[in-house]
């Protein structure tokens, strides 16, 4: 297969830049993709600075992935050319261990190959001679069990993101088992934030945003939400003490766990999907009302689809801005600063229009 064109970070400090990709044919297990779009999440950004460390360059990132299946191995039974797919978060896991079989791959005991800054496998242990290279690139072959379907009529530009932020947050939403009725709370209205609005919306939930953003307000009730408080005001904390039945905390920059603790019912749950710098945690606010504090990473694959279609039959979909590849650097700036509504997505038509 020729040289494949993507976009790359050659070390923590450099921005992102023209790169090529030996991309392989598909195995017998494999399928080949030409992607189409590709989301931009604020995991890019973490990981092409290194914010987790022990990142790997260069790094082509991208993992909200959707595009078309160009060829498929000698033993693809699932999949034929011309089906629209998805890719996530991780293209392999061992396929053995107790969450593998459960089909909660994210929690591979033995370490998912992250789509990309990780390792594809060899006799299914990762091997740190293959890295993984994401969706800023134009081709892709995946392993036929850790792709998605994309459900029929879904435009596939919105659809991108759902790989990642529609996944991460309708995971703990169904996990802890939200219902109709219930007094939820979005804290952080970005790329994940709004996923979880619509989709705790499409649930019968009572949707309340979170936001440091006052500006927000319009937008968080035309996503679905009943209600909006400004997290600037220091009275909200007070007003709504003890009010939700559960937090989902998407904000990707570090802030106060413990104000919003205090915020649910007793014996609630807040679960953390942002990835901020570690923060301090305060023991009193967990203790004082039996409250529970999670976290939950992306979805499975079985779950994965199953949000795919939660979405196509509710109609949900993101917010994006289509952007051309080579304004990506401008992208992640605009996303720290929260000048993002509510997603980037990359026309990967746009590597060919340089
Ligand atoms: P995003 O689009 O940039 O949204 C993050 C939101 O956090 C912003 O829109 C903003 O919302 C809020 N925020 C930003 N800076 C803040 C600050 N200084 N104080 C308070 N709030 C602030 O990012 P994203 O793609 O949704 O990702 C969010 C986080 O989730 C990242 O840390 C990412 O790495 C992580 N993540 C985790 C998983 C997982 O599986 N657990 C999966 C994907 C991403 P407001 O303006 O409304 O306050
Ligand atoms: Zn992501």
Known sequence: MPATPAYAAA?????????????REPGPHEVSIDIAYCGV????????????GGSVFPMVPGHEIVGKVTKVGSAVRKWKVGDIVGVGCFV???RECEACHAGEEQ?????????YNSYE???????????????????????????LRIPDGMPLDRAAPLLCAGITTYSPLRHFGVKAGDKVAIVGLGGLGHMGVKIAHAMGAHVTVISHSPGK?????????????????????KTHAGCFDFILDTVSAQHDYNAYLGLLKRDSTMVLVGLPAPTPLAAG???????????????????????LDFCAKHNVASDIELIRIDQINEAYERMIKGDVRYRFVIDIASFGAG
Not at 107 to 115: H, Q, V, W, Y
Not at 220 to 234: C, M, N, P, Q
């Open 11 to 23: 070390n923590a400090k450099s921005p992102l830049a023209p790169f090529s990709v030996d991309r």
């Open 41 to 52: 999440c604020h995991s890019d950004i973490h990981q092409v600075r290194d914010d987790w």
């Open 92 to 94: 392999d896991s061992c």
């Open 107 to 115: 929690f591979c005991a033995n370490g998912m190959s992250a789509t």
């Open 121 to 147: 496998r060899t006799n299914g242990k990762l091997d740190r001679s293959r890295p993984t290279y994401g969706g800023y690139s134009t081709r892709m072959s995946v392993d036929e069990n850790y792709i």
């Open 217 to 237: 307000r319009d937008d968080a009730l035309k996503l679905g939400a009943d209600e909006f408080l400004a997290s600037k005001d220091a009275e909200i904390f």
């Open 285 to 307: 606010p967990l203790v004082m009302r039996r409250r529970s504090l999670a976290g939950s990473l992306i979805g499975g694959i079985r779950e994965t689809q199953e949000m």
